[in-house]
């Protein structure tokens, strides 16, 4: 009996050591992939914003180029101004689509069998 115990005691130890890695192992990979979907929506923002931003300014600059050469400030200005405005919105917009194709193709490639047929 005595020398079952010790192999019996060190059997558990493992087993109880294997499973504290497990579980450890499974919460880091949980926190990572926490920490890139933080990351990810953090660079779609950035990238909706620069978007924005970027066409409002073009759109701006050759309104301007028009009333410069054209003279009819501040006309041109204005009208190139709401024309990237309207072009930033279709820009987010298409960006938008873009990411929810992504998420939309993620979930169902985890969720949905990849034959086509449904689990019964």
Request: net charge negative; aromatic share 10%.
């Amino acid at each position: 009996m005595s020398s079952e115990g010790p192999d019996d005691l060190g059997e558990r130890i493992a087993k109880a050591k294997a499973a504290h890695e497990a579980r450890e192992a499974e919460k880091r990979r949980k926190a990572d992939q926490a920490d890139e979907a933080n990351i990810s929506a953090g660079a779609y923002a950035l990238r909706f914003g620069i978007e924005f931003a970027v066409s409002i300014l073009v759109g701006g600059f050759f309104g301007w180029l028009i009333d410069y050469f054209a003279g009819t400030k501040p006309w041109g200005l204005l009208i190139g101004g709401c024309f990237g405005i309207a072009a930033g919105i279709r820009a987010i917009m298409r960006a938008y689509r873009e990411l929810n194709a992504q998420a939309l193709k993620l979930t169902q490639g985890q969720s949905a069998p990849t034959d086509g047929t449904e689990d019964e």
